[in-house]
């Protein structure tokens, strides 16, 4: 787990907890699956735009936190793009 994904999965977890809603609640209004929610909190996997642009919206964010959350999810992309061709030279 890089520090990215690390940081973008607790301020996923800490937004659907302050909304009082457990994975399984978010994934009944979002249309996400439990699974999904779950890497996305423990940073395992990187979301896609429209999945980021799905929670600010089923969550009403802020635009400052929803801009937040995109710079997080765009930085870990950019990290994992530079690394995978560094791993290829």
Known sequence: MTGEGASLGRLLRN????RGMTQEQLGEVSGLSVRSIRDLERGVSCPRVSTLRLLTQTWSLPQAQG???????????????????????
């Open 67 to 89: 801009a937040e959350l995109h710079q997080l999810a765009r930085t870990w992309r950019d990290r994992s793009r530079r690394q995978r061709r560094g791993a290829a030279d």
């Open 15 to 18: 937004i659907r907890l302050e």
